[in-house]
């Protein structure tokens, strides 16, 4: 499509056209548009709402301002609550968390990878089938 084309579509999705798809290069406005309907707007086999609360909790650990309000009030918009928004921030604080402290002592990944192997073994074997 054509880079008014675009435009067109996404002003009838949005009511605009925001800034940021404006400053995207002609060769490939019609490429990222698409991509980001795809992964954004489209259908998929995470909800809408699930896939926006981790773009909230990536937000969150990459420290993007304009992500974290994108994806919050997107997140909103699909129907998350301020507790969902809240676990998923607080899910990411805590993942980071350990992943700094397992990288930083460094800890052997083959003896890792076994341990996690064998807790979901673990818990496996103890589920009851309902």
Known sequence: MS??????????????VPSMFKRVPEAT?????????????????????????????????????YCAYFYTEMAKLNGATAEEIEEAVHYVKSSAGWSAYVNGMQLNYDDFVKEVDEVCEHVKSSMVDV
């Open 29 to 65: 406005i019609d490429l990222e548009w698409n991509v980001f309907k795809s992964v954004h707007l489209a259908g998929g086999a995470i909800p809408n709402k699930y896939r926006e609360l981790i773009g909230v909790a990536i937000s969150a650990a990459t420290k993007c301002w």
């Open 3 to 16: 880079r008014e084309a675009v435009f067109n579509e996404i002003e009838q999705m949005f009511g605009q």
